[in-house]
C-alpha cells in the first residue's frame, strides 16, 4: 500500500520529538545541543543558515548517522543533543525519524522548519565558509593578559571576579564581588573599563538568575547606570535578559540560559575583534609610528600583533592619559608584551611627535560611533584628532557595533565624573581641594576628522556608517 508524503510526515512526527521555535532559540547558545541543517547546499547560500549550524544533506542521513556505515560523521558521537531543521519541518521529521531508527539518541526537529525561525526574528548568517574569523587569526594565542576574557571577568564559585586594571601592570590580580552592587561599585571605582564593565555586568547577572525576571530586571538597570556613554552594556544585558525571559516562561534552567547567551556573545565579540584587527592590519606599512590614545582593547591589539606577524616594524606612541594612567598602566604595557616597540608619552605631546614626523596613523577604539559618523572616546581623543588632521595623519577608530538608539551627536551622554579625581594622581594629591575641577570623561571627533571607522565590514568611511546594518 501506497503513502502520500504528507502521510509519512504525519506517521513520523507521532514517533519523534517535535520543539517549538522558542524551544530552539533558547537551545541556540546551548554548547551541549547542535543544530543540523538539512537543506540543499544552494538553499543556505541563497537563504542563509541558523549560527553554527552543522550542514548535512537530507540524502546523506541514514549513512552520516549510522556508526557502522563507511560515510559515518564522528560529530554525531559527541552526546549532544541534536536539532534538525529543514524549510518548513517536512523533510526534517523524515530525517530526524531515519536518525532515530539508525541509533541517534536526543534527536528532535523544529515545528516550522527554517521559515518559521527566520520569521520569527531568529538569529541567522550566511552559510560558513570554514573556520571562523578568530580560529583563522589564531588571536587567542595572541591575545596580552588583560585582553583574555577570562582575565577581564569570570563567574566563579558563585561570586564574580574582576580583572582589577587598576593595579595592573604592577599585579596580576582580581576583585571578588558576591553582589550586583558590588560589580556596580567596581565598574564605578574603574577597576575595570573598556570592555570589562559590560563583561563584569553579564556575570553580576547570574548572581539573580533564580529571582525571577523583576530581580533581573533591577540588577540590570543599576549596572547600565554605571556607564551612560557607552551602550555597548544596555545592548548586551538585554540581550541576556531575553534569553532569560525565554528560559523562565519555558521552565528551563535561567542561569543556564544566562550562560550560554554571554559565552555566546564572547564567541562573536572575540571573532569580530579578528575580522577588524585583520583589516586595519593590511593598512598598517612597515615602519609605521602609530599613535592611539587610552586603551583600545583587542581590535586595536590585535592589529598591531597581526601586522608584526606579517614582518611589520612598528612604532606605538602611547599617552599616559589622565587621570587613571590607562595608556601608561595597561596600553603600554599591553603593547610591549606583543613584541611591539613603545614609547610612553604624557598627554601634550602627541602634537610634538607628530611634527617630528614619527607619527604616520593615529588608531583608537570608541566608546561609541553615532550612525552618522561622530567618535566617542577618552577626553583627548579629539584634540589628537584635530592635530593629526593638522599633520595630515590620517585617524581610524574602531567600532564595536552599531546602537541605532544613537544617529546623531546630540544623542550622547558624556558621563561627567567627580572632579575630585583630576586633583590627584593615584591617590596623590597634586593641587588643593579649594580648586574648581572638571572630568568630562569622554569627547566627540566630528567625521571630518576620521579617515576610516573599522568594522567587521573592513575599514569604512564614517559618512557611509549609515549602509552596514553590523558595525
Request: glycine share 6%.
Amino acid at each position: 500500500m501506497t503513502k502520500t508524503t504528507k502521510e509519512m510526515v504525519e506517521s513520523a512526527n507521532k514517533e519523534i520529538k517535535t520543539i517549538s521555535v522558542d524551544e530552539a532559540k533558547l537551545a541556540l547558545n546551548d554548547p551541549g545541543t547542535t543544530f543540523v541543517d538539512i537543506r540543499d547546499i544552494r538553499e543556505l547560500q541563497a537563504e542563509g543558515t541558523i549560527p553554527g549550524a552543522f550542514h548535512m544533506p537530507r540524502g546523506m542521513t541514514e549513512f552520516w548517522v549510522d556508526p557502522q556505515s563507511p560515510y559515518y560523521k564522528k560529530i554525531f558521537s559527541s552526546g549532544n543533543n541534536f536539532v534538525l531543521y529543514c524549510k518548513s519541518g517536512w523533510r526534517s521529521a523524515l530525517a530526524t525519524k531515519a536518525a532515530q531508527d539508525v541509533g541517534l539518541k536526543n534527536v528532535a526537529h523544529i515545528d516550522g522548519g527554517y521559515s518559521a525561525w527566520a520569521e520569527t526574528g531568529g538569529a541567522t548568517v550566511e552559510k560558513s565558509r570554514g573556520k571562523s574569523p578568530a580560529a583563522k587569526e589564531g588571536i587567542y594565542e595572541l591575545l596580552p593578559f588583560v585582553v583574555n576574557p577570562t582575565n577581564i571577568s569570570r563567574f566563579e564559585n558563585g561570586r564574580v571576579l574582576i580583572g582589577n586594571r587598576s593595579k595592573y601592570p604592577f599585579e596580576q590580580s582580581f576583585v571578588t564581588c558576591n553582589n550586583v552592587e558590588e560589580v556596580a561599585q567596581a565598574i564605578k571605582d574603574m577597576v575595570t573599563q573598556g570592555a570589562g564593565p559590560w563583561m563584569a555586568a553579564a556575570n553580576a547577572l547570574r548572581l539573580v538568575a533564580s529571582n525571577g525576571s523583576d530581580e533581573l530586571k533591577r540588577a540590570r538597570d543599576t549596572l547600565v547606570a554605571t556607564r551612560p556613554t557607552n551602550t555597548a552594556m544596555k545592548l548586551r544585558l538585554d540581550d541576556i535578559l531575553d534569553a532569560a525571559h525565554a528560559a523562565e516562561e519555558l521552565g528551563t534552567n535561567v542561569d543556564e540560559a544566562i550562560t550560554n547567551k554571554i559565552d555566546a556573545i564572547i564567541s562573536t565579540l572575540y571573532d569580530n575583534y579578528a575580522l577588524r584587527a585583520r583589516a586595519m592590519a593590511d593598512l598598517i606599512e612597515d615602519g609605521d609610528g602609530i599613535l592611539t590614545m587610552c586603551f583600545a582593547e583587542a581590535g586595536f591589539l590585535l592589529a598591531l600583533a597581526l601586522a608584526k606577524r606579517d614582518g611589520k616594524n612598528l612604532t606605538a606612541y602611547v599617552p599616559e592619559t589622565r587621570p587613571y594612567l590607562q595608556g601608561a598602566k595597561l596600553t603600554a604595557p599591553s603593547i610591549h608584551e606583543l613584541g611591539v616597540k613603545v614609547n610612553l608619552i604624557t598627554d601634550n605631546m602627541p602634537a610634538h611627535i607628530m611634527s617630528e614626523g614619527n607619527i604616520q596613523k593615529y588608531i583608537t577604539a570608541a566608546d561609541l560611533i553615532t550612525v552618522d559618523g561622530h567618535v566617542c572616546n577618552k577626553i583627548g581623543t579629539y584634540q589628537n584628532a584635530i592635530t593629526a588632521h593638522a599633520h595630515d595623519i590620517p585617524f581610524f577608530a574602531f567600532a564595536w557595533g552599531r546602537d541605532d538608539e544613537k544617529q546623531v551627536r546630540s544623542d550622547v551622554e558624556i558621563e561627567e565624573r567627580d572632579p575630585a579625581e583630576i586633583r590627584q594622581a593615584l591617590g596623590t594629591p597634586t593641587t588643593i581641594d579649594a580648586i574648581d575641577a572638571r572630568y568630562p570623561t569622554f569627547d566627540i571627533t566630528p567625521p571630518k576628522y576620521v579617515a576610516g571607522v573599522v568594522t567587521v565590514n573592513g575599514v569604512v568611511s564614517p559618512y557611509t556608517l549609515k549602509n552596514y546594518k553590523n558595525w
